[in-house]
């Protein structure tokens, strides 16, 4: 059971690239959500998911697209990297279902646009 | 919009006292409110969660309290050790849409 697994765990873009972070869970969480951690301003919420097939905004979506095609995973696309967009992000899993809610953090991922 | 706060932003206690830590929030309508522990350069480690209709929720030597109508949480680090030196979150969870909340964390030292 590995839990929420992300890759890579460091990354390097220059202005105007595109790349996909993954996020993977093996626990058959209904719920995925994607944050971004920043300096001073906490964690907020980008993109999330309570099912295959169903994504909605967070607080922050702009630059950023999602797809839920299936349960385990949740990919993050930044389409036109820009150095706003530098940031950790993490990628949490949670059950819908089971009456305890606890969110499951993967370990993050360390972006740097230049 | 759900604003949750956190403070102080960062302590430092010797080892062996208390430590509380306070998160408030302004919308009273929560499913449920989760501390959690985050090491520097790794991911959040989930500490306590407490239900809305919880007042408490107990485990080893942290205890956290909730006082939903004023909008409150205290967790609570018993006899506090080096290892317990880490950032805490409190996050709030929206009924409505899942949307998770978080406060900018209280970053703890504790000296040996």
Redo the contacts between chains.
């Keep these: 059971n590995a839990g929420v697994t992300q890759t890579p765990k460091f990354q390097v873009l220059k202005t105007g690239q595109s790349m996909t972070l993954q996020c993977a869970q093996d626990m058959n969480h209904e719920y995925m959500s994607w944050y971004r951690q920043d300096p001073g301003m906490g964690l907020r919420l980008i993109h999330y998911s309570v099912g295959a097939g169903i994504t909605d905004q967070g607080e922050v979506p702009n630059g950023y697209n999602v797809s839920r095609s299936t349960t385990e995973d949740f990919p993050l696309r930044l389409l036109s990297a820009a150095p706003s967009q530098t940031s950790v992000y993490f990628c949490a899993s949670s059950s819908l279902t089971s009456g305890t809610d606890t969110q499951y953090f993967g370990p993050g991922t360390r972006l740097t646009v230049l | 919009k759900q604003e949750?706060t956190q403070i102080p932003a960062a302590l430092s206690v010797p080892e062996g006292e208390n430590l509380v830590l306070n998160c408030s929030f302004t919308d009273s309508a929560i499913?449920?409110l989760?501390w959690?522990r985050q090491d520097p350069g790794?991911?959040?480690?989930?500490l306590l969660?407490i239900?809305s209709s919880q007042r408490e929720q107990t485990s080893g030597r942290l205890n956290a309290s909730l006082d939903k109508s004023s909008g409150r949480s205290t967790l609570y680090i018993a006899a506090s050790q080096p290892g317990d030196s880490a950032t805490y979150?409190c996050?709030v969870?929206d009924p409505n849409?899942?949307?998770?909340?978080?406060?900018?964390?209280t970053t703890v030292t504790v000296r040996a």
């Design positions: 949750v499913y449920n989760q959690f790794k991911g959040l480690t989930s969660l239900q979150l996050a969870l849409d899942y949307k998770l909340s978080f406060g900018a964390g």
